[in-house]
């Protein structure tokens, strides 16, 4: 069986047994409160208990290393969207120690697109067209930095308004120790 055949297998069971009603809820977060964090499989579950959240609690953005890309791109819309649409009014960008993304070379990604069939003229087509590959696929040197430099980036996004806090924490992806970088209540927003 297949992973989707045991994802569809379960959540026929999972529905059948009522199993979901413990996570009923609506889509305002009750604590009005964004994350931004990293998409790494050790904070799944470890990251909300950490935070003390239950299902409902706040909106969760997972992305690669916990980084925005781009001060237009999606991550950035799900943030305005959960402000003003959902009434949230914090944000906390969460990075965490021991990152992928601290260690990723994005010359080795390359290259292991083309293994895995990607055409070496198309990327060097889109390297042509102005699209920097090697630094889209970039990762960054100290989490503590691209946690801060992220929350300035949200901070002084022009469509945030200013009495949105925003925070920058650090978690261990063991024990879920929080360390915080930028409190968004000391930092004058």
């Avoid at 969460?94 to 055409?119: F, N, Q, Y």
Wanted: charged share 20%.
């Amino acid at each position: 069986m297949n992973t989707l055949q045991q994802i569809m297998e379960h959540n026929q069971n999972f529905v059948v047994s009522g199993a979901y009603k413990q996570f009923q809820t609506d889509k305002f977060p009750d604590k009005k409160l964004v994350i931004v964090s990293c998409m790494d499989t050790r904070l799944t579950e470890l990251l909300p208990r950490a935070l003390n959240l239950k299902n409902g609690d706040a909106k969760i953005i997972k992305i690669a290393g916990g980084v925005i890309s781009h001060p237009f791109g999606s991550v950035m819309r799900s943030i305005m969207v959960a402000v003003y649409e959902l009434g949230a009014e914090e944000v906390c960008l969460i990075g965490h120690h021991g990152c992928g993304m601290a260690s990723i070379d994005p010359k080795t990604t390359m290259s292991r697109m083309v293994d895995r069939g990607i055409p070496e003229d198309r990327i060097n087509m889109l390297e042509n067209a102005g699209i920097d590959l090697t630094q889209w696929l970039h990762g960054f040197a100290c989490v503590e930095e691209a946690v801060s430099e992220n929350v300035k980036m949200i901070r002084n996004h022009p469509l945030l308004p200013s009495d949105v806090r925003v925070h920058g924490l650090v978690v261990d992806p063991e024990t879920g120790k929080l360390d915080i970088i930028v409190d968004g209540y000391q930092e004058g927003n």
